[in-house]
């Protein structure tokens, strides 16, 4: 279970890079404006500094669970466990922050938490064997 879960960790963190390339460095591209929503070149002006930080704090997720989980696979329990635990539990909370506060972005919460349920709960289960 705990290579399952660094794999499906692993996976949630190339998740957020993505996320991370569309929000902080293509942010207002046709590419980013076909997954988060078209806007005029004002919105994207007044939300670019914005989507910088919040694609950074994707990106730091994403190197939390990469480097948890890399860590499990080298046979560091304890640290990568709570690396990989940090990051993609984080991952989640922000999905259900967004699942929350937004029901008309629910498919794109669940697109976010989606990875990082399946590799807490595979974690924990594994750690806890």
Known sequence: MVILGSVLALAAAALHVLIFALESL?????RSQAV???QS???IE???LMALNQGFYNLFLAVLAALGAILL???S????GAL?????GSML???LVLLLASPAHRAAAIKQGTLPLLAVLALVIGLAI
């Not at 329990?77 to 990568?80: D, E």
Request: hydrophobic letters at 50%; glycine letters at 18%.
């Open 26 to 30: 293509l942010w207002g591209t046709p």
């Open 36 to 38: 988060f929503g078209a």
């Open 41 to 43: 070149p004002e919105e």
């Open 46 to 48: 007044t939300t670019k």
């Open 73 to 75: 696979l080298a046979g």
């Open 77 to 80: 329990t304890a640290v990568g």
């Open 84 to 88: 990989a635990l940090a990051g993609t």
């Open 93 to 95: 909370a922000a999905a």
